[in-house]
């Protein structure tokens, strides 16, 4: 978090003090302009962990701005307000932005801000791993031999299940149970359809294995290797 350069596009000199006090605090380095034609540039150039943002900007406002950067970059964005018309335009129009602070504000109000947008900015990845299968289940991806396996959002879950508890044989209904939203909706079918799905992309990656277990009239497991 220390390497990270943060964006302030903020015309008023004695704010940007206060966003200079708040992220020297934290270790972070400040890129600081006053226009959003100079915002635009630098985002275009460099990469940044952060961009805060000033509404009321000289040449264009700093929605306007936050919809370009939005068009290039999908770094988070902190708005900068005086005005509560502003708030309402910020958290109502889908602008891309991550979060807002009004002014006038401390320097440990923005470091508070700051460090909780970093924080989520930053997915913590998990890995699960069972033979040849890994499984990162902050980012969703499954990959068999280090070939990454394109599953669907169903089919994520009901391998990520068995991964979790090789050898455990789960029955359709429980399956249904834990992987989908509305279990009401869906059938055994349902859940049947999805294995065969899966196996086939597994069996596609690596033609030897036969990873997942058909347990007749109780369900399936991850074969134990
Ligand atoms: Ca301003």
Redesign the pocket.
Known sequence: MSSLNILAV???SS?ADNVRVALKSEGLTLTHVKTAREGLAQVQTQTFGLVIL?????DETGFDLCRKIRKISEVPILFLT?RSEEIDKIIGFELGADDYLTKPFSPRELSVRVKAILKRASPKSEFVSYGPLKIDTEKFKITLGGEPLQLSRYEFKILELLVKRPGVVFSRQQLMELVWEDPGMSMDRTVDAHIKTIRAKLKEARPDLNLIETHRGLGYSLKEV
């Open positions: 903020e015309d008023e704010i000033d509404v009321g900007l000289p005086a």
